[in-house]
């Protein structure tokens, strides 16, 4: 017979679980979620109450759920289910066994109001902003680079893809609000190319072409501590190279920026030197022609402090699982580029407070 579990033996389990390490209740401790509270209240609008009525949810509980989310790449649905479930996402949100959870309709609803506002790009800086007053400045220059993210594959015909491309609703699709509502108009198709190897002979291979589907996520992270610093979003067949003046932050206190070679252009580095910038960016090799010595020496150099922003893709393909799902909500009134936006900012919003877990308990930033 199974016994019925009582407070103390919910509090022996939160203790076993603070003793295997917990990084929510890490955060809960080193972040005063308080501070987003003016930012969500003037985002979400909320009604006085004078009618009645159910109260509405906590705005900083929301907005914690949302990280939950980002932090685990979970659906709403299943957000909702290990909110209920789950010891540590109680203990974070502070939440009591009996306590009311917001469904899945509410947490797409309040998500859906943060779009609205724009205010995803807003909390980002907020948080940003406290890092810099914590001490942890934007230092050593900055590394730039994109990583496309995954979305459900859409299966159309050349002619839908066509007028998909042209900004145009397919022919029938208008007449068919179920079958538009399960299309994304807004992620595409990109291939991306992985180097092969060379044999153990020295023979060439031919390098891998791989197809993928969805958006692209757009980041700027400092040398010194790795934060995301600077973000945009865009469908995955946008040129990289053309959002670097997107995401460079104008704050870092060296001026040395590094990117691969989708980024160098006679426009980049006339814009970088502008500003002051130094050009950090790989040399690509010259057509028909093998690359210098030189050359290739002064990539790998770079290709070294480069290789610091594949950390923050592997986190959050990773144990993150970001992906954007854009399917399967009927309500979806709006485009689904501006949803992608708000899931990508969230998840590099979770990025960063994550990474500051493992900063504090570095040496103090210099």
Same mark, same amino acid.
């Given at each position: 017979?199974?016994?019925?579990?009582?407070?103390?033996?919910?509090?022996?389990? *939160?203790?076993?679980?603070?003793?295997?390490?917990?990084?929510?209740?890490?955060?809960?401790? *080193?972040?005063?979620?308080?501070?987003?509270?003016?930012?969500?209240?003037?985002? #979400?609008?909320?009604?006085?109450?004078?009618?009645?009525?159910?109260?509405?949810?906590?705005?900083?509980?929301?907005?914690?759920?949302?990280?939950?989310?980002?932090?685990?790449?979970?659906?709403? /649905?299943?957000?909702?289910?290990?909110?209920?479930?789950?010891?540590?996402?109680?203990?974070?949100?502070?939440?009591?066994?009996?306590?009311?959870?917001?469904?899945?309709?509410?947490?797409?609803?309040?998500?859906?109001?943060?779009?609205?506002?724009?205010?995803? $790009?807003?909390?980002?800086?907020?948080?940003?902003?406290?890092?810099?007053?914590?001490?942890?400045?934007?230092?050593?220059?900055?590394?730039?680079?994109?990583?496309?993210?995954?979305?459900?594959?859409?299966?159309?015909?050349?002619?839908?893809?066509?007028?998909?491309?042209?900004?145009?609703?397919?022919?029938?699709?208008?007449?068919?609000?179920?079958?538009?509502?399960? =299309?994304?108009?807004?992620?595409?198709?990109?291939?991306?190319?992985?180097?092969?190897?060379?044999?153990?002979?020295?023979?060439?291979?031919?390098?891998?072409?791989?197809?993928?589907?969805?958006? =692209?996520?757009? #980041?700027?992270?400092?040398?010194?501590?790795?934060?995301?610093?600077?973000?945009?979003?865009?469908?995955?067949?946008?040129?990289?190279?053309?959002?670097?003046?997107?995401?460079?932050?104008?704050?870092?206190?060296?001026?040395?920026?590094?990117?691969?070679?989708?980024?160098?252009?006679?426009?980049? /580095?006339?814009?970088?030197? $502008?500003?002051?910038? #130094?050009?950090?960016?790989?040399?690509?090799?010259?057509?028909?022609?093998?690359?210098?010595?030189?050359?290739?020496?002064?990539?790998?150099?770079?290709?070294?402090?480069?290789?610091?922003?594949?950390? #923050?893709?592997?986190?959050?393909?990773?144990?993150?699982?970001?992906?954007?799902?854009?399917?399967?909500?009927?309500?979806?009134?709006?485009?689904?580029?501006?949803?992608?936006?708000? =899931?990508?900012?969230?998840?590099?919003?979770?990025?960063?407070? =994550?990474?500051?877990?493992?900063?504090?308990?570095?040496?103090?930033?210099?």
């Amino acid at each position: 017979m199974v016994r019925q579990a009582g407070f103390f033996d919910v509090e022996e389990r *939160l203790r076993e679980l603070s003793a295997k390490g917990d990084d929510l209740e890490r955060i809960a401790a *080193l972040l005063d979620f308080a501070l987003f509270r003016p930012e969500l209240e003037r985002a #979400v609008p909320r009604a006085d109450g004078t009618k009645g009525g159910r109260p509405a949810f906590d705005h900083v509980l929301m907005f914690k759920i949302l990280l939950l989310q980002a932090m685990h790449g979970l659906s709403d /649905e299943r957000c909702e289910y290990l909110t209920k479930d789950r010891l540590s996402f109680m203990r974070f949100l502070g939440l009591g066994l009996a306590a009311p959870v917001p469904d899945a309709n509410t947490i797409w609803a309040f998500r859906e109001a943060l779009k609205r506002a724009g205010a995803v $790009e807003r909390l980002f800086a907020q948080f940003d902003a406290t890092l810099r007053a914590a001490g942890y400045l934007a230092m050593g220059g900055q590394i730039v680079d994109a990583t496309i993210v995954a979305a459900p594959k859409q299966r159309n015909t050349e002619a839908e893809r066509a007028a998909i491309k042209a900004g145009q609703i397919p022919e029938g699709w208008a007449e068919k609000p179920a079958k538009l509502r399960q =299309k994304d108009r807004d992620a595409r198709w990109t291939v991306k190319f992985s180097k092969a190897k060379p044999r153990e002979d020295g023979a060439p291979q031919v390098d891998l072409a791989v197809p993928a589907f969805g958006y =692209k996520n757009h #980041v700027a992270i400092d040398r010194r501590h790795g934060l995301i610093r600077g973000w945009t979003a865009s469908h995955a067949a946008a040129h990289d190279g053309a959002r670097l003046s997107e995401v460079v932050d104008a704050d870092n206190t060296a001026g040395d920026v590094w990117a691969d070679t989708a980024y160098r252009s006679a426009k980049n /580095e006339a814009w970088l030197a $502008e500003r002051g910038l #130094v050009s950090r960016i790989h040399r690509k090799k010259p057509p028909g022609r093998p690359m210098p010595a030189r050359t290739r020496r002064a990539n790998a150099r770079k290709s070294a402090v480069r290789s610091a922003v594949e950390h #923050v893709f592997a986190r959050q393909k990773g144990p993150m699982a970001l992906v954007v799902r854009t399917i399967g909500i009927a309500r979806a009134r709006a485009r689904a580029r501006a949803r992608a936006r708000v =899931k990508i900012g969230l998840a590099n919003l979770a990025y960063n407070i =994550k990474r500051l877990v493992w900063l504090s308990s570095r040496p103090a930033p210099a």
